[in-house]
């Protein structure tokens, strides 16, 4: 197992692919990855499947921990957005020069905190509105990696998300990345 760690942060409403597909992949790279409730140990996504945490985010060791990931889905991004409790730690995250990840409507998140005003982002199109922030463009990119921000365009990206933050957060090599990749997703 990695000695980093990664919080993955579950609000109501999280896009259930991107948090339980990066999740999965970064844990069979060996990845140290905790599900974190943001309010709750048991959490709703957008589509109606229920998930029980690792922790609740009042417990987590935000600290201790190495990357921030946070999965899109609506309302699940603007619950995130909303938060006062981690709105706080991803800018705390951001000074210390720690790894940030957000997928699909999540870049708003980064956008709103305030610490992605010069990053080159992607995420899901038409969503850049629910940042508060006029100027927010993304890339339409599948992944992009800037300024210790790792963003994914939506859930068909998840698995490059994934990739992106294993290779830049946890310093798995591509060869892993790839075999890992590839049995799971070869037909």
Do not use: W
């Amino acid at each position: 197992m990695n000695d980093k760690t990664a919080l993955l942060i579950l609000a109501p409403g999280f896009e259930e692919i991107e948090a339980l597909a990066t999740a999965d992949i970064l844990r069979r790279l060996n990845c140290n990855v905790l599900l974190c409730g943001l309010n709750d140990l048991t959490v709703t996504g957008s589509h109606n499947i229920t998930v029980t945490a690792d922790v609740v985010f009042d417990n987590a060791p935000v600290d201790a921990a190495d990357v921030i990931i946070l999965p899109g889905g609506l309302p699940g991004a603007t619950n995130l957005r909303d938060s006062e409790k981690l709105i706080p730690v991803l800018r705390q995250y951001h000074l210390k020069g720690k790894h940030l990840a957000a997928i699909c409507a999540a870049p708003i998140v980064l956008k709103f905190a305030g610490i992605a005003d010069d990053a080159v982002m992607t995420g899901y199109p038409g969503c850049e509105p629910l940042s508060g922030a006029e100027d927010l463009r993304f890339t339409g990119k599948m992944v992009e990696c800037d300024n210790g921000l790792i963003t994914g365009k939506g859930p068909g990206a998840t698995p490059y998300f994934a990739a992106a933050i294993a290779r830049h957060v946890f310093g798995v090599d591509d060869d892993a990345i790839s075999n890992t990749l590839s049995g799971m997703f070869i037909a």
